[in-house]
């Protein structure tokens, strides 16, 4: 019991850090994309370049006009039983279906995962 208690500190540790450290992300996440709101209004009334070499960072800062790119894509469960109805009709149901019974199996771990969720305090 005393090795499980010294690897849970450890592990109540890490991930501690780790959620601070995400926090941070996110919030430098939601400032770049306010700079990126900046970036586009400028960008839709003047004329700039579409690419700029930054010498200091050793950067390349481009940029993706609107449509004139695409953006990387997922399909969700529901999108696509939604356009296997649409296309097939009753018969996207039955597709669907078995879509989920031959790609669940993949989805079972085959190792241990851990979770560590917080505790309501008893005051």
Do not use: C
Request: glycine share 6%; aromatic share 6%.
């Amino acid at each position: 019991m005393e090795a499980l208690t010294r690897v849970l500190s450890k592990y109540v540790r890490v991930t501690k850090n780790l959620n601070e450290l995400n926090a941070q992300a996110s919030e430098l996440r939601d400032n770049r994309r306010t700079i990126e709101l900046d970036l586009a209004a400028l960008y839709a009334h003047t004329e700039l370049p579409n690419s700029i070499q930054l010498k200091e960072s050793e950067m390349m800062f481009s940029v993706k006009r609107p449509n004139q790119w695409k953006k990387g894509w997922t399909l969700s469960k529901k999108d696509l039983e939604q356009y296997l109805t649409e296309i097939l009709g009753e018969k996207g149901k039955e597709v669907m279906g078995e879509i989920v019974r031959r790609h669940e199996p993949k989805l079972v771990g085959s190792d241990f995962g851990f979770d560590l969720k917080t505790t309501g305090s008893s005051s």
